[in-house]
């Protein structure tokens, strides 16, 4: 490591704010998808190899970071923008994880370049603004045909207040409505509407075409691709069919998986 974090004001993207909320939510283990989608289809991708050392950008509580060390028997690095995730992350951390203080848009100075043997960035890439520094960061510190492993909402179906379920009467469907795509926008979302509307997050709506060139742009070539479905299933009810359906043909994540190919001249 290069560096110490410097303490600054966390920026507009940090989940500071709603720390708790997330904490409670994430749990040790996770939350919902997390648990049972997210982190068992990213430590395949990710196919850490014992005694590697792995980087999970925007970490959050850390998880994802203990349970890859853990499971993986691998040198877990996490950094997060928010000094009130970091701490609970640094809570019980095993020896081989460690925790900083750090914007994912600006991490690279930190640690020594191309230390790194994989990273994972997991439903956070959406609520970062500047998706070219994260990406640039990444490249300086990661080995060559490192993997990458990105997990985001997807972005052809989840789009932030311009999507949602619908239901045809005529045809006893249930289908997901899309109302805009490929034009980028932010869009402030409020955590608890009515209770504290003050409290929001960003969330960062992109085309997959925007990732697949940012990241080329950046040095990767993508790899893998895969879209993911909840697990949930309906066992009654009128509708209980077509959601079901609906659920297992309508993905609500997308995977990408890059590696980075350094080129020497």
């Known amino acids: 490591m290069k560096q110490t974090a410097k303490s600054t004001k966390p920026p507009k993207t940090s989940w500071e704010k709603v720390a708790g909320w997330y904490q409670d939510y994430m749990g ?3 939350g919902g998808y997390q648990r049972d989608v997210i982190f068992p289809g990213a430590l395949r991708l990710l196919e850490p190899r014992a005694d590697g050392r792995y980087l999970d950008l ?3 509580q850390g998880a994802f970071a203990k349970l890859l060390a853990k499971t993986c028997h691998v040198k877990v690095v996490g950094v997060d923008a928010s000094p009130s995730l970091i701490k609970p992350a640094q809570k019980n951390a095993p020896p081989s994880c460690e925790f900083l203080k750090a914007d994912a848009r600006a991490f690279a100075a930190l640690f020594d370049r191309h230390s790194f043997d994989g990273a994972a960035c997991l439903l956070s890439i959406q609520n970062i603004d500047d998706l070219g520094s994260v990406l640039r960061d990444a490249c300086c510190v990661l080995r060559d045909q490192a993997p990458f492993v990105i997990v985001l909402n997807h972005p052809c179906f989840r789009q932030p207040r311009q999507s949602g379920w619908g239901w045809d009467e005529k045809r006893k469907l249930q289908y997901r409505r899309v109302d805009r795509y ?4 932010e869009m402030p ?3 608890h509407p009515g209770a504290a509307p003050q409290l929001k997050t960003y969330s960062y709506h992109r085309p997959i075409s925007t990732y697949v060139t940012e990241l080329t742009a950046a040095g990767f070539v993508v790899d893998a691709l895969e879209e993911w479905v909840s697990p949930k299933t309906r066992d009654s009810g009128p509708r209980a069919r ?3 359906v609906a659920r297992a043909e309508i993905p609500l ?8 190919m350094h080129v020497t001249l």
């Open 242 to 244: 077509a959601e079901n």
């Open 28 to 30: 040790a283990q996770g």
């Open 253 to 260: 994540f997308l995977a990408l998986r890059s590696r980075l």
């Open 182 to 185: 490929l034009t980028p926008y």
């Open 189 to 191: 979302i409020e955590m």
């Open 58 to 60: 925007a970490c959050g």
